[in-house]
T-cell receptor, first 118, second 109 residues
Framework: GAVVSQHPSRVICKSGTSVKIECRSL??????MFWYRQFPKQSLMLMAT?????????EQGVEKDKFLINHASLTLSTLTVTSAHPEDSSFYIC??????????????FGPGTRLTVT | GQNIDQPTEMTATEGAIVQINCTYQ??????LFWYQQHAGEAPTFLSY??LDGLEEKGRFSSFLSRSKGYSYLLLKELQMKDSASYLC??????????WGAGTKLIIKP
């Protein structure tokens, strides 16, 4: 149980275009979803936290107009990188969390999306 | 501020034991996680500690001392596939995960 999928796993796009990444919790309802970015040989950097049906909370330094997050349902969140530039090339990882009695607040990670902007 | 410290890199020999330490200073504490991350892949859950003491799970064990703000991950009978980064993360008072920078573990034959 607790499987999170991400699509696409790898995408190459041209500078100036937009890319949408989907994150789905397959066998549980995710009350909260997180979007991370990871550059080579660096740790995870939290970009934003989203709760179903409400606006995402962005971390300091993350442009909300550039990284659009939609958490439309308890099983789906999307991240759209708008007007992508080469410096946006990175490994984007989503995670999902569900909270219930006795839950450890564990985050379940998707497999990640490798974005390359040319 | 919130801070989590762990060594940047460690090297160990196949079949041996290695201990990866993590110290933390956070606003509140609701548990500590260890994750394993292979290069190019997403993190996978290893352990969760919220009470002091040792939690054992197969070849991996995790220890927590809340009074000292300290945890360690112990890996026994090391295998080549254990070569990965190990991430320590603390759940703070707002139930947000604060991540360490990760420890890259290199296993040599």
């Amino acid at each position: 149980g607790a499987v999170v999928s991400q699509h696409p796993s790898r995408v190459i796009c041209k500078s100036g275009t937009s890319v949408k990444i989907e994150c789905r919790s397959l066998d549980f309802q995710a009350t909260t979803m997180f979007w991370y970015r990871q550059f080579p040989k660096q740790s995870l950097m939290l970009m934003a936290t989203s709760n179903e049906g409400s606006k995402a909370t962005y971390e300091q330094g993350v442009e909300k107009d550039k990284f659009l997050i939609n958490h439309a349902s308890l099983t789906l969140s999307t991240l759209t990188v708008t007007s992508a530039h080469p410096e946006d090339s990175s490994f984007y990882i989503c995670s999902a969390r569900t909270v219930s009695t006795g839950d450890s607040y564990e985050q379940y990670f998707g497999p990640g999306t490798r974005l390359t902007v040319t | 501020g919130q801070n989590i410290d762990q060594p940047t890199e460690m090297t160990a020999t196949e079949g041996a034991i290695v201990q990866i330490n993590c110290t933390y200073q956070t606003s509140g504490f609701n548990g500590l996680f260890w994750y394993q991350q292979h290069a190019g892949e997403a993190p996978t859950f290893l352990s969760y500690n919220v009470l002091d003491g040792l939690e054992e799970k197969g070849r991996f064990s995790s220890f927590l001392s809340r009074s000292k703000g300290y945890s360690y991950l112990l890996l026994k009978e090391l295998q080549m596939k254990d070569s990965a980064s190990y991430l320590c993360a603390v759940l703070d008072s707002n139930y947000q995960l604060i991540w360490g920078a990760g420890t890259k573990l290199i296993i040599k034959p």
